[in-house]
């Protein structure tokens, strides 16, 4: 029986998670020395390797002096939280790693405080010691406190201690000795980490993840928590509502390498692929067929936003993208909710109307992004918070925690414009040569936070925020002030108009771009909302006149993100995502309608 060593690799974004985990796959040698491969290697799909964020939480493993150890490289953003409660039950000790300079970071606490809860043994690598102004003995004592705070047990606040730099490929106990490669941290894993337990018993599994392939379907993955699975053997399936389907396991992979490879069987304590059980839910337990017993299930934290998706029904609809109808748009929305637990979705009395609940902006247009580069067409409205009602009848809120650091000329900026979110002030205090700022802030206050903080800092501050609880609701927070310019016709836009129209706003649109009526085109001066006509030419006359033929000079539209956009718009308004164009629309194209539904709701 082989020894194995399941480990999660949990910490903040950015601080070095799958640089390291490429460092670990080197150190192991799973390729060959002249084979060719990227960074990031686990990151795999265009949307990971484009913003630079782990999104789906992947293993692979390595074999080092005759141990297997099963890794699992997880996501920093707390929006992915679903992601990482779930996968932490396949491992047996978590690797935290922590920036040598920032220290531990409110999206460290979170995913922490989870293992810290489930027992699981940590290993500390304080990363990135290589920086300038980095202060490694301080975030270690930071950790330590850390800990002590989530509760942690005597066992778990004996935690070794790695220094080093993933990026460029070292670990040491010590971080002023400097070594080769990352061999003292797999050494620090073997000793620490308590090896897989071999539970006899009857056969249990819980389903943690799924795969799909076009062969065999879905495939269910977990860890195997007692007993031995075969090749073969007839099983039955555990679902939510306590019923039991008899189900037999056509094949079993366990991991290997970056791939998985056929087995015959899978002992308790291993990470494994099963094919042939159908109609599975991501919780569901896997066990033996006479004598049934569940796990208990995954949870998961509730999501704290929502947004109506509904089809693309603009004067452009069908133009970009594949999939346009409502039957696309519901089964792709529901297959989605399939793998991603955070997320739920529900119908509304509108047959092409859908409510996606989700963890927050970043959550949602990820799923949005990869629906458009899938060939689909929607449109999303704004975002709305999730308010719950109190014991006392009062409305509650949710609240998160800001924490945002930032040098010191621009503190006042950021402080101002937390307020204005109805944000308070928690703790300030020097860091190096930045000021660290935290704030309890509601989430509504935090839509369209981070672009207003990065333009008042200089794109200087670094901003990060987790969901800490619902409390009371904090009172109504000013929006968007300036009102939206509207295109009057469809048609191509005329630089003769764009020019004449410069002092009336900003334009998002460029000359020779095609627009609609109703479409938002750029944001008024003001704060109302008028409408413009970017169709007319100029009159022409056989009489050349000199001062009349200047140049016309435009400025450059404004280009929105896809996050931006969502935090931009207003009630009354509708963000048109195809897999071309992101365009901006009002709910009502029509002007008289628009007015009727404005006084209505007056």
């Not at 970056?258 to 159908?278: H, N, T």
């Not at 009371?472 to 020019?499: C, E, F, H, Q, W």
Request: proline share 4%.
């Amino acid at each position: 029986m082989q020894s194995i060593r399941n480990i999660a690799i949990i910490a903040h974004v950015d601080h070095g998670k799958t640089t390291l985990v490429d460092k670990i796959i080197h150190a192991s040698k799973l390729f060959r020395d002249n084979q060719e491969f990227g960074d990031l290697i686990l990151d795999n799909n265009d949307l990971e390797r484009e913003r630079g964020i782990t999104i789906v939480s992947k293993n692979v493993s390595v074999r080092y002096k005759g141990v297997k150890i099963n890794i699992i490289d997880t996501p920093g953003h707390s929006d992915f939280g679903g992601e990482v409660e779930r996968v932490l039950k396949l491992a047996d000790g978590v690797c935290l790693l922590v920036d040598a300079f920032e220290g531990p970071m409110p999206q460290t606490r979170f995913v922490l405080g989870k293992a810290i809860d489930l027992g699981l043994k940590p290993i500390v690598i304080i990363n990135k010691v290589d920086k300038e102004n980095c202060r490694p003995d301080e975030v270690h004592e930071q950790v330590f406190d850390l800990m002590f705070n989530l509760g942690a047990t005597e066992d778990q606040l004996d935690f070794p201690t790695l220094y080093g730099s993933s990026k460029q490929g070292w670990m040491s106990t010590d971080w002023k000795r400097k070594t080769e490669d990352i061999t003292e941290l797999l050494d620090v894993i073997i000793d620490t980490i308590p090896p897989a337990p071999e539970n006899e018993g009857i056969p249990q599994m819980q389903i943690t993840s799924l795969d799909y392939s076009s062969f065999v379907g879905r495939i269910a993955i977990g860890r195997v928590h007692r007993g031995t699975f075969k090749e073969g053997m007839q099983v039955a399936l555990m679902k939510a509502d306590g019923s039991v389907k008899r189900m037999k396991i056509k094949e079993l992979q366990v991991f290997e390498g970056l791939g998985r490879v056929k087995v015959a069987e899978v002992s308790a304590g291993e990470i494994c692929a099963m094919m042939g059980i159908e109609d599975f839910e991501i919780g569901d337990t896997v066990t033996d067929y006479d004598t049934p017993e569940a796990l208990p299930r995954i949870s998961i934290d509730e999501p704290t936003m929502n947004m109506l998706f509904t089809i693309n029904n603009s004067p452009f609809f069908g133009k970009e993208g594949k999939f346009v109808t409502s039957r696309h748009l519901r089964d792709r929305l529901f297959k989605e909710t399939e793998k991603n637990l955070a997320l739920k979705v529900v119908t509304t009395d509108s047959e092409d109307k859908f409510l996606v609940f989700g963890r927050g902006i970043l959550h949602l247009s990820v799923l949005i992004e990869t629906m458009r580069r899938e060939g689909y067409e929607l449109q999303v409205g704004q975002p709305q918070v999730i308010f719950k009602e109190g014991e006392n009848g009062e409305r509650l809120e949710p609240i998160e925690t800001l924490v945002v650091d930032v040098p010191d000329e621009s503190a006042g900026k950021v402080i101002e414009l937390a307020t204005q979110g109805k944000g308070e002030l928690l703790i300030m205090e020097p860091k190096g040569d930045l000021q660290h700022l935290e704030f309890n802030i509601p989430s509504r206050g935090l839509i369209g936070m981070r672009s207003k903080v990065l333009t008042a800092t200089f794109g200087e501050a670094i901003m990060a925020h987790r969901f800490k609880a619902y409390e009371p609701y904090k009172g109504t927070i000013p929006g968007r002030i300036n009102g939206s310019l509207i295109s009057m016709n469809s048609g191509v836009v005329t630089p003769y108009a764009v020019d004449k129209l410069q002092d009336r706003g900003v334009f998002f649109i460029d000359p020779t771009e095609e627009v609609y009526a109703g479409m938002v085109v750029g944001e008024h001066n003001r704060q109302n909302d008028i409408e413009v006509n970017l169709q007319n030419a100029k009159q022409l006359t056989n009489m050349r006149a000199s001062g009349t033929d200047t140049n016309v000079k435009i400025a450059p539209k404004i280009q929105f993100s896809l996050e931006e956009s969502m935090e931009y718009i207003q009630k009354d308004e509708y963000l048109e995502v195809t897999p071309k164009s992101i365009r901006m629309r009002k709910i009502y194209l029509d002007p008289s309608m628009r007015k009727r539904m404005e006084q209505k709701a007056d």
